[in-house]
């Protein structure tokens, strides 16, 4: 079977600015807990929402090794090798 593939990055960099007193990362960037906990999985679960209403197409978090804290990856696949019902 052939097989074609294309990769579209949508890439999101938090950043955080403390001021000249900031001690460092000591408690081990608290500032992302939101980030983390409700910001990224609302994210997902609207990316996901959406790509269902796209019939013929199937999407799946793929894991390529690296923490789901720094990377999901959502792979979507499309199968030709069935015949697609006729629309109108």
Do not use: C
Not at 27 to 51: G, Y
């Amino acid at each position: 079977m052939y097989r074609e593939e294309k990769t579209f990055t949508l890439q999101f960099s938090l950043e955080a600015s403390f001021p000249d007193d900031y001690e460092g990362d000591d408690d081990h960037q608290a500032w992302t807990r939101e980030w983390e906990t409700r910001m990224k999985p609302d994210i997902i679960k609207v990316v996901f929402e959406s790509l269902r209403r796209h019939p013929g197409w199937s999407a799946h978090v793929r894991n390529r090794g690296k923490s789901a804290q720094d990377e999901i990856e959502v792979a979507l696949e499309r199968d030709f090798t069935t015949p697609q019902p006729f629309r109108i």
